[in-house]
């Protein structure tokens, strides 16, 4: 998604056998991880856990590429 002031914001879709939730990506954080979410791979997101109306995501703080 690109807000009106032009920045990129990311959504995530994560799930597992349990559950299926976001991961969102300020354009802060996108703009100084996006080289670690380039070209896929396995990635350590951590942030805040929040929910709202049963909907469950998680607001990315930091992005690190495991391999």
Known sequence: ???A???TMVYITLDDE???F???LFPGVFGRFRHSIDGGGV???CGKAEQEMG???VTVRS???LY
């Open 5 to 7: 002031r032009g920045r």
């Open 22 to 24: 976001e991961a969102v």
């Open 43 to 45: 990635l350590l997101l």
């Open 63 to 65: 992005v690190s590429r």
């Open 55 to 57: 909907a469950l995501w």
């Open 18 to 20: 349990f559950s299926l």
């Open 1 to 3: 998604e690109v807000p």
